[in-house]
Nanobody, 120 residues
Framework: QVQFVESGGGLVQAGGSLRLSCVAS????????VGWYRQAPGKQRGMVAT???????KYTDSVKGRFTISRDNAKNTVYLQMDNLKPEDTAVYYC??????????????WGQGTQVTVSS
């Protein structure tokens, strides 16, 4: 069963950028959709962005126009480019496989995630 390792988080000032990486333990070619999720302190974990194998993308409203999800099946990696970061983007970011492109339910145990902290 494919598992993911997230990396690329860190401390950045508001307005800055980060690129997160999610490397799979196996091939992502057969995985229809992969998503990035985040959990801020005291809040529920929620979907940030999802990408299908055909390249379709969807984003939560608060990150539209600032974040871009992409995937490289040759490298078994999914990326999240985050630009114009805001303090409210501070959270632990995870990747996972949803039941399908339209679902918020995921199919794998959560990994360690990567911490993103945006200072004002």
């Amino acid at each position: 069963q494919v598992q993911f390792v997230e990396s690329g988080g860190g401390l950045v000032q508001a307005g800055g950028s980060l690129r997160l990486s999610c490397v799979a333990s196996g091939s992502t070619r057969s995985i229809d959709a992969v998503g990035w999720y985040r959990q801020a302190p005291g809040k529920q974990r929620g979907m940030v962005a999802t990408i299908s194998n055909s390249g379709d993308q969807k984003y939560t409203d608060s990150v539209k126009g600032r974040f871009t999800i992409s995937r490289d099946n040759a490298k078994n990696t999914v990326y999240l480019q985050m630009d114009n970061l805001k303090p409210e983007d501070t959270a632990v970011y995870y990747c996972n496989i949803p039941y399908d492109y339209y679902s918020d339910w995921v199919t794998r145990p959560w990994g360690q995630g990567t911490q993103v902290t945006v200072s004002s």
